[in-house]
């Protein structure tokens, strides 16, 4: 009973820090998902020097709504809400689909991401366990949404990839480089830092569950 206590006062110095880290984890999330979401280097294609001459300008550079094509933004050309899906084949139709479920989720945990800073905020200056724990769970929850997004731009790409490689033929893509850019790594980083937060959350509304039932237990 006494190593227990001698604990309790180590928990009740540290919940304070506890949720600080918490609510710094929780802001740095918010801001490296709106960083990503608003910048243009989730996918990168860039050519082989050897095709300069003929190729210079098609390399590109590409958000969730924008490419950047030989230094000239199409802001239209993946809007998946405005095409008319009678001109495209099944899989074209389904790739549209999967891009539509990737502006809606990805955006929609950002702002999760915002109201679960408020219900931090509360939960945290009121101290009660119950808030505490809802709002962990919230943000796991936030972390899932992130992870969906990212994981479907992944396999959107991929499969993006292959289908140009079976219209052009694996000679078309010899010259061509691709590979994710940091923007979807900042997505990757928000994703681990909910994930942190909600874990933080958590451990901090087991801290009070335990200080307040240790006069009961002494």
């Given at each position: 009973m006494r190593e227990l206590n001698l604990?309790?006062?180590?928990?009740?110095?540290?919940?304070?820090?506890l949720v600080i880290v918490a609510g710094i984890c929780g802001i740095l999330s918010f801001a490296f998902l709106a960083t990503s979401l608003?910048?243009?280097?989730?996918?990168?294609?860039?050519?082989?020097?050897?095709?300069?001459?003929?190729?210079?300008?098609?390399?590109?550079?590409?958000?969730?709504?924008t490419i950047h094509e030989g230094g000239k933004m199409h802001t239209?050309?993946?809007?998946?809400?405005?095409?008319?899906?009678?001109?495209?084949?099944?899989?074209?139709?389904?790739m549209l689909n999967m891009h539509?479920?990737?502006?809606?989720?990805?955006?929609?945990?950002?702002?999760?991401?915002?109201?679960?800073?408020?219900?931090?905020?509360?939960s945290s200056l009121a101290r009660s366990p119950v808030l505490l724990t809802s709002t962990a769970c919230y943000f796991f929850i936030c972390s899932l949404l992130t992870l969906s997004?990212?994981?479907?731009?992944?396999?959107?790409?991929?499969?993006?990839?292959?289908?140009?490689?079976?219209?052009?033929g694996p000679e078309g893509l010899a010259h061509v480089h691709t590979s994710f850019g940091w923007s979807l790594g900042m997505a990757w980083l928000s994703y681990g830092l909910e994930l942190l937060t909600g874990a933080l959350l958590l451990i901090a509304a087991k801290m009070l569950k335990r200080q307040h039932s240790s006069p009961a237990m002494a």
């Open positions: 604990r309790l006062c180590r928990m009740k110095v540290t919940f304070g820090s608003g910048t243009d280097y989730w996918y990168i294609i860039k050519m082989n020097p050897v095709n300069t001459s003929d190729f210079e300008d098609m390399s590109s550079r590409s958000g969730l709504w239209g050309s993946i809007d998946s809400f405005k095409a008319d899906y009678s001109r495209y084949s099944e899989t074209e139709v389904h539509s479920a990737i502006v809606v989720v990805l955006p929609l945990s950002l702002v999760l991401l915002l109201f679960g800073g408020i219900c931090g905020l509360v997004g990212v994981s479907l731009y992944i396999i959107y790409s991929y499969q993006a990839l292959a289908e140009t490689e079976r219209l052009v």
